[in-house]
Structures are given as structure tokens and as C-alpha cells.
């Protein structure tokens, strides 16, 4: 009696350890480990992260540029050939030690693309050899403002397209984040469709050798001809091998969908087939609006009308009129020690420079250039109001396409409940002999049939809402827009 109940007690543990090693999973869940493991999770993080330093790199180029630059040391020991009064040459050998340090400040100016610089330099020379002095050569402060084109700002064109392209990438963000769930919901239903065909081929197979054992019997009983009976044992045959193929299938689906969740491939996975389907309208108005406002496309349309704008300005500015500027002030002075070097009235220097550049004959060339890029520009604004009308036409048909779910996924619904009646009583007319092979035939496959258009009606839902989500950013069940916040 007591080897008896270890060995109870032995199998329930056995079974007790072998539940627990599955491991349970339903669409929610599914979609939720996606968006934090998937590799569509972290490419997404990776190209907003790429995206967000640009951003933070375009804002560091306007802010003030301190740095310090200098030679230390700069150490020469030569032998240099010197002209004499009387026209020979003399032979002398030099050494000298020269140090030199630039502490500079540069900032642009947006408003007119322009550069604007102060510096400050110290300069040490020191001769060793013919002779020994040393000298100090300072320039306490140095302004300077450069300006290398007046007819064309690269600086204000930045400043109107970065902040835009930042805002594409945070919105482009949440669209990635969305498709995960379209993506999950596919791989899910990969693997709980080859796990439902599994248990039709299984139930089949069973249902067949059922028939076939009794079809042998009334065959053996003259009550059926024998090509009923091998037609019956055909079946089976198929069956077993549909019964296989639906295994590797599920095998493959499922190592597809753990790989992707970044579950261990040895761990033994249980789907189910999702019950809570909620039901809503979606206004097309509202739809529209709510994609309008939300979508990375909307500010991408903006920002290809700006850059192809800034390619005619750049394309005029850049037509052989040219007008560059530099206006240097500053001072400097020089003295035998530092004192001297700072002390002492120093000498103002100021510099400025205006270049300019006509083109008297190019040919045409800088017309051409401008007319080719307001060329470009008309073909851009056709490419985006084409692309804004599809833009709309996606969102109609996503909400025409969900709206009629409900309806198509009650049918698929009530379709497989029949359906699966229909087989039992098929089955039960045959075995009495009221009905051909042929007839239960027809009801097994239209059995199998439904099963799967319910399944597949469930599939084409999931993916639908989703779909409608990433394409409005907006969520409409909690009526609210769709946000994932990133921080790096």
C-alpha cells in the first residue's frame, strides 16, 4: 500500500513539475514582452537615440564654442646657410624654443548665418643658440566676425528643418513601438493557427481510425462495399500525414514567436485564443483629424516642401554673385617678459575684408541651376500631395476595414459552431449508414474549414485595431492619443 502511494505521490510531482515548465501566454501578454524584448523594440530605441543626439548635436552648434588650442613646445636645432655683406654664405647653426597657446570663443549667428569669434593669444620665443634672449608676444583680445555668404543662410534653413526632423523622429517612435503589436499579433497567430491545425489533425486521425475500425467490421458484415472501406482508410492515411506536417508547422511557428519574445527555444509555450473582442465604432471624421495631428508623415510632408524651398535659395545664393565679409579688431604687444606683454599700451589692429565676385559670361549655367532646382521642387510638391492623398486613402480603408469586423468575426463565429454540429451529426448518419463517405467527407472538411476562417477572422480583427492605432497614433477604446515616452 505505501509503494503504492509514493508512486501516486511520484507522478502527480512529475506532472505538477512538467505544468510548470509551460508556460501560458495570451495576446495582451504577448504584445506587452514584445515592446519591451522583441528586436523591433530595441531597433526602434536605437534609431530615436540616433535621432535625439542629432537633435541635441544641431542645438550644441548654437550655443557658445570655448576652446583652447596651442603648440607645446615647438623645438628646433638647425643649421641654416645665412647670405654675408660681401655676397658669400656662412654657415650658422640655430636653436630656439617657440610656444604658443589660443584660448577662443565662437558663436553663430543665425539671423545672418555669419560666425562671430573672440580669441585671445600668448606666444614665447625663446633663442638658445648664436645668441640667448627670450620674447613674449601677446594679443589680449581679438573680435572678428565672418560672414561667407550673404545671399544664401544655411543657419536659417537649419533652424526651420531641425526642430521638425526632431518632432518626425519622436512621433516615428511611437509608430515603431505601435507596429510591434501588428507584428506580435502575427507571429501569435502563426503559432495558435499550427497549434489549432495540430488539434484538427489530431481529433481527425482519431476520428478516422474510429471509423476505419468500425468500417471493418461492417465490411466484414457485407454492410458497406469495399470501396467505402478503402476510401475510409485512405482518410486515415491523409489524416496521419496532415497530422505531421501540421507538427513541424508548429514547431517552426512557435521557435519563430519565442525567438522574437526572447523566450528560451526549449521552453514549452501554451497559446490561447483570445475571448475578449470589444466592439466599437470608429468615426472616419475623427480618424482623420486624430492622424492629422498625430503622425510622423504629416511633419515629414512639411519638412520635404521646406528642404526643397531651401534647395531653390541655396541654388540662387550659389548663381556666381558672391559676397563674402570678415571684419577683424583687435590688439596686441610684445615685450621681453610677461609684464611687458601686458602691461604696455598695446597696438590696435583692425582688418576688413569684402570679396567680391561677378560672373560676366557662365553660359547660363546659374540659371540653369536655379530653373532645375524650382524644377525639382514643382516634382516634390507633386510626390507630396500624391502622397497625402493615399495618406487619407490608408486611413479610410483601415476604418472601413474595421468597422466590418464585427460583423465578419460573429459570422466566422457561428459559422464554426455549426459547422462543427453539422460533423458530429454527419458522423453519426454515417455510422448508421444513412450517409456516404462522400457526405461525411464534405462535413469533415467544412469542420476543419471553419475552424480556421474563425481563427483567421480573429487574426485579420487584431491586426486591424492595431493597424488602426499605428496609423492614428489614437487610441479609441479610452479615446486618448498614444504616447511612449524615451529617455537616453
Known sequence: MNKIYLSLLSLCLCFSLTAQDVQYLDLKSVIQTAKKESPSYYRAQNQAENLYWNYKQYKADYLPQLSLSGTVPNYSNSINRVSQNDGTFQFLSSEQLFLNSRLNIDQNVPLTGGTFSLSSTLSRQQIINPSQSTSFFSTPFNINYSQPMILYNSQKWERKIQPILYKESQRSYVEDIERISAETTDLYFNALTSKIDVQIAELNVNNND???????????????????????????????????????????????????????????????????????????????????????????????????????????????????????????????????????????????????????????????????????????????????????????????????????????????????????????????????????????????????????????????????????????????????????
Open 210 to 488: 474510429t471509423l476505419f475500425k468500425i468500417s471493418k467490421g461492417r465490411y466484414n458484415l457485407g454492410k458497406i462495399a469495399q470501396n467505402d472501406l478503402l476510401q475510409i482508410e485512405l482518410n486515415l492515411l491523409n489524416a496521419q500525414n496532415s497530422l505531421s506536417n501540421s507538427q513541424l508547422n508548429y514547431e517552426i511557428n512557435t521557435q519563430a514567436l519565442k525567438r522574437y519574445l526572447g523566450i528560451d527555444v526549449k521552453k514549452e509555450i501554451d497559446l490561447s485564443i483570445p475571448k475578449e473582442v470589444e466592439f466599437f465604432e470608429v468615426s472616419l471624421a475623427q480618424a482623420m483629424e486624430q492622424a492629422k495631428q498625430n503622425r510622423q508623415s504629416v511633419l515629414e510632408f512639411r519638412r520635404r516642401r521646406l528642404e526643397a524651398d531651401q534647395a531653390v535659395a541655396q541654388a540662387r545664393g550659389q548663381s556666381g554673385y558672391q559676397l563674402n565679409m570678415n571684419a577683424n579688431f583687435g590688439s596686441s604687444q610684445q615685450g621681453a617678459n610677461l609684464d611687458e606683454a601686458y602691461g604696455s599700451t598695446p597696438n590696435q589692429q583692425n582688418l576688413v575684408t569684402v570679396g567680391v565676385s561677378i560672373p560676366l559670361v557662365d553660359w547660363g549655367r546659374a540659371k540653369s541651376r536655379v530653373r532645375r532646382a524650382k524644377a525639382n521642387r514643382d516634382l516634390i510638391e507633386v510626390n507630396v500631395k500624391q502622397d497625402e492623398i493615399n495618406f487619407e486613402q490608408e486611413i479610410y480603408l483601415q476604418v472601413t476595414r474595421f468597422n466590418m469586423q464585427k460583423n465578419q468575426l460573429w459570422i466566422a463565429a457561428k459559422a464554426d459552431t455549426v459547422a462543427q454540429k453539422r460533423y458530429s451529426v454527419a458522423k453519426q448518419r454515417y455510422l448508421t449508414g444513412k450517409i456516404t463517405i462522400t457526405d461525411l467527407n464534405l462535413g469533415q472538411s467544412e469542420k476543419d474549414n471553419a475552424r480556421k476562417s474563425y481563427l483567421n477572422s480573429l487574426r485579420t480583427y487584431w491586426i486591424s485595431y492595431y493597424t488602426l492605432r499605428r496609423l492614428t497614433l489614437y487610441d479609441f477604446k479610452n479615446q486618448k492619443p498614444i504616447t511612449y515616452s524615451f529617455d537616453f
